[in-house]
């Protein structure tokens, strides 16, 4: 049994990623540490066994934040006996792993979930952009072992700095969908139409809730929290939608797939806002196949070739909220095409699973510890 430390910079209650990484080592037989933060909003943890620190911080944000989490983090990992590998999970994890994988001659991995000096909260911050620029450029030609989300955040990394980073998607655990018999009675008259992730600038929430002015018959429930939530709250109330627009907040992930499981339409419409959203092949694009629900997607290069290439929805035409009103009205009631979807969704689930794609890991992670 080896120890491996993971450090995320979130409180680990819905990072599925993570979630199936701790899954993936323990079947290997391996102890784990999960490091990441206390939110005064955070709920227990519920996922898979690890031994569980989470950090209380003075400072919510900023540089300020980033910089006194890594030095806590230093000091943690520095503390821990005999660590035989350190998963720092994104940039923001990084300079500390990077530090004390040095200073104890310990192996590290890099598991970069998205292209982080690109996404949109940087993108318009030049200053800060260039900080984190210097120290993804300082430590990453430095690494050995790496890996990224999608094949094209992979290409632009291993060709910037030389290191082959490995492709890992954010698929899904195989799953069947479930029954929710109590979601279900509560919305049965209406078409019940999900977004599931991060509550953030640019990921096309505000489009969404437009669009929902001009549907009849249908609601939209949006899951997960973040920094625009009480904006998007207050649009919904502005555009008296509250009875169309649901907030349930975040979920467990085994009670997410039993609410998404009852909808119709799964939707992920991330706008070209930097090159991690352009080439962002998102988590829930795959807990939406799991529940075999048809997808309505940005026209971005990742997720537009998987819904196209395995046919199991469609890309967004405009970003119009009437437009797309219409589109997704159309999608609900084509039955022939919706029912082609539903049988391509049970053979794209069967694939794209952890299950299948965990063998990168594995053999990353055996070929790391030998």
Known sequence: MRNIIVSVINDLVTDQ??????????????????????????????GPEADVRRFRML????????????????????????????????????PANFLVSRIRRTDLLY??????????????????????????SWIVPKLSVATA?????????TEKYKVDFVTIRNTSLFREPLPYPE??????????????????????IELLISSM?????????????????????????????SEKIIFPG???????HRITSQCSIGLSLEEDVGLNYRLSLPNKLFDYIQARIPVLCSDLPEMSA???????????????????????????????????WKKNLDMAAKELCWENEQEKLIYLLRKILN
Do not use: C
């Not at 199991?312 to 219409?326: C, K, M, N, T, Y």
């Open 17 to 46: 990623r993570v979630h199936r990484m701790v899954l993936t080592f323990a079947g290997e037989g391996h102890h784990i540490t999960l490091v990441g933060r206390r939110l005064s909003s955070s709920i227990p943890y519920g």
């Open 59 to 94: 400072f919510r944000r900023g540089l300020l934040f980033y910089l006194f989490f890594n030095v806590r983090l230093f000091f943690f990992l520095l503390s821990r006996k005999s660590p035989d590998l350190l998963v720092a999970v994104d940039l923001d994890t990084l």
């Open 111 to 136: 598991d970069s979930h998205e292209y982080f000096t690109e996404v949109p909260e940087l993108v318009h911050r030049p200053v800060v952009k260039r900080v984190w620029e210097k120290i993804e």
């Open 149 to 157: 989300v999608s094949e094209s955040i992979s290409k632009l990394y």
């Open 183 to 204: 979601f279900h009675d509560r919305y049965i008259s209406t078409y019940k139409l999900i977004y599931q992730g991060a509550l953030n600038v640019a990921r096309g």
């Open 213 to 241: 002015q001009y549907m009849e018959n249908t609601m939209l429930f949006i899951v997960g929290d973040g920094d625009i939530r009480e904006e998007l709250q207050r649009m919904v109330i502005s555009k008296k939608l």
């Open 250 to 256: 975040r979920i467990p992930s085994s009670k997410l």
């Open 306 to 340: 998987l819904v196209r290439k395995y046919e199991i929805g469609e890309v967004i035409d405009q970003r119009e909220p009437e437009i797309l009103a219409s589109q997704m009205t159309t999608m609900l009631h084509t039955k022939e095409k919706y029912l082609t």
